[in-house]
């Protein structure tokens, strides 16, 4: 969870504006909370748009239109049905708490193929491997550019079994030592690799970054 200060505000054509004092990791699509700005602007809402430039209101055909000659960096926008707002300084917080769901505990178990009784060690860790997944991998295909990922569902199938199978590699790596996975066999096993190259290639990542 990150909380953010808001350092302006403003309201047109029922969008408002948050400008925040820093940079955030904010994607479009998420939820946020805004909290003690004013009546009208707190609540929690879906972002629309991270501008960077004056919002000036919509079109006839209710596209954002900006003013690409101010500038205007670390802008949240999101709906608001409300009367209009000049921009001014303000005060407040956004909190941004992304808690994706691209894969659950019972796909993971499906995929690892074994039995695992509710409640339990093994199925509180798949939680937690489930879990980590979603968050890990939602994160680093934000990192990598891809900036439409719903939060509650899976970008597509690939992304699915891409998550899937990073899961899986944590929940088998319990109670293992560095890079290898636990053994009793005295030959070893084999070493042990969580972000697989076929895993980065499910999910799209790195990203090639275009000039």
């Not at 925040?20 to 629309?48: C, K």
């Not at 708490?97 to 796909?107: K, M």
């Not at 993971?108 to 798949?126: C, E, F, K, M, R």
């Amino acid at each position: 969870m990150a909380t953010y200060t808001v350092t302006e505000k403003y309201l047109l054509d029922n969008y408002a504006v948050l400008q925040l004092l820093t940079p955030s990791e904010i994607a479009v699509g998420s939820s946020i909370v805004v909290s003690s700005v004013d009546a009208t602007f707190n609540g929690t809402y879906t972002v629309r748009a991270l501008p960077q430039h004056l919002f000036i209101g919509i079109d006839s055909q209710g596209d954002l239109l900006f003013n690409y000659e101010v500038p205007i960096g670390n802008q949240v926008l999101y709906a608001k049905t409300a009367d209009d707002v000049d921009r001014v300084a303000a005060s407040g917080t956004v909190v941004y708490n992304p808690n994706p769901t691209w894969i659950t505990v019972a796909q993971l178990i499906t995929y690892l193929g074994v039995s695992i009784t509710n409640p339990s060690d093994d199925y509180t860790l798949a939680q937690q491997a489930t879990n980590a997944s979603n968050d890990f991998c939602w994160r680093r295909r934000q990192e990598s550019g891809y900036t439409g990922d719903l939060l509650g569902s899976s970008p597509g199938h690939d992304v699915t079994l891409a998550a899937l199978m990073y899961a899986a590699a944590l929940w088998r790596s319990r109670g293992s030592v560095e890079s290898m996975y636990a053994t009793f066999d005295g030959m070893g096993s084999a070493t042990q690799q969580s972000l697989t190259p076929i895993v980065k290639q499910l999910l799209g990542i790195p990203r090639p970054a275009v000039a």
